[in-house]
């Protein structure tokens, strides 16, 4: 049972770290597809609230009115969406927030990026093809329904999103396919960049061995896959091993790349450290 709650808060455009906009807007807290693996939660702000991850979503009702005036006092060129939520998760088609917030950056002329797993941005084209929005980065992966309970039981279905992907690419909206997480010896590449005829590139990224609930994603894996623990251990500790298997993930995706013609990006986390996240 997810519980929502409507909240006022005093700003929406928080400083960034990812270099996808001056600032972030975030339109809910929380985000009720409670993926497994999502980096929101060891996040500090996100840690404050109580309530666990997946269970809750807070619904920023005064953001929109709050953008209108923080747009003319700070007057960002550039914006990014969904840093710590999905801006399209199924309570905003009740509330409407993310849409009248595109409309305001559109009226507005700021141009912005998105982050999201969740078809319903398709639902928004008419929007999204006014000129301002510059990318979206849709999450993307292709693991068994067993194994996605286990990881991800309430995001949306994979074929759902490779579908909302390409209608929008059909109408010249600029998405990129964001296959994430790698999952060590689950994950197949093989004519992944055939599903997206209309995308000149697919950019992908390996499971984060360093989130605090590793261990949690890990048993999830091995009770699909009880075979596969030995070698996820592995990967937490030996440096050799981790470097070589990933060094192989990136052989098998770029010999994929090189068969489509198409281009690529492989974000893979440092042993016990992470990569500098450099969007295209």
Known sequence: ???????????????TGIDLGEYVINPFMGCEYSCLYCYV??????????????KYVDIRINA??????????????????????????????KYMVTKKILEILNKHKVYYHILTRSPAVAEYADLLKQGFCKKIYFTINNITPELKNKLEPKS?????????????????????????PILPWISDFK?????????NSVEFEGLNMNLVNI??????????????????????????FY???????????????IKAKKNYNIYIHNFRGYFTNKYN
């Open 156 to 180: 949306p279905g994979f074929e759902p999103r490779i579908k909302a992907i390409n209608k929008m690419l059909n109408e010249d909206i600029s998405v990129i396919p964001y296959f994430s």
């Open 64 to 93: 929109p009115d709050l953008l209108e005036k923080e747009l003319l006092a700070k007057k960002p060129k550039c914006v990014l969406l969904g840093s710590t939520t999905d801006c399209f998760q199924p309570i905003e088609t």
């Open 1 to 15: 049972m997810i519980e929502y709650k409507e909240v006022k808060i005093s700003r929406i455009l928080n400083p």
């Open 243 to 257: 470097d070589s298997f990933w060094a192989s993930i990136k052989k098998d995706i770029i010999r994929e790349a």
């Open 41 to 54: 939660r060891s996040n500090k702000v996100i840690a404050k609230r109580e309530g666990e991850w997946g």
């Open 191 to 199: 004519d992944i960049f055939s599903r997206f005829p209309k995308s």
């Open 215 to 240: 261990n949690d994603i890990i048993s999830g894996v091995s009770s699909i896959y009880p075979a596969l623990r030995p070698g996820y251990e592995e990967l937490l500790k030996d440096r050799t």
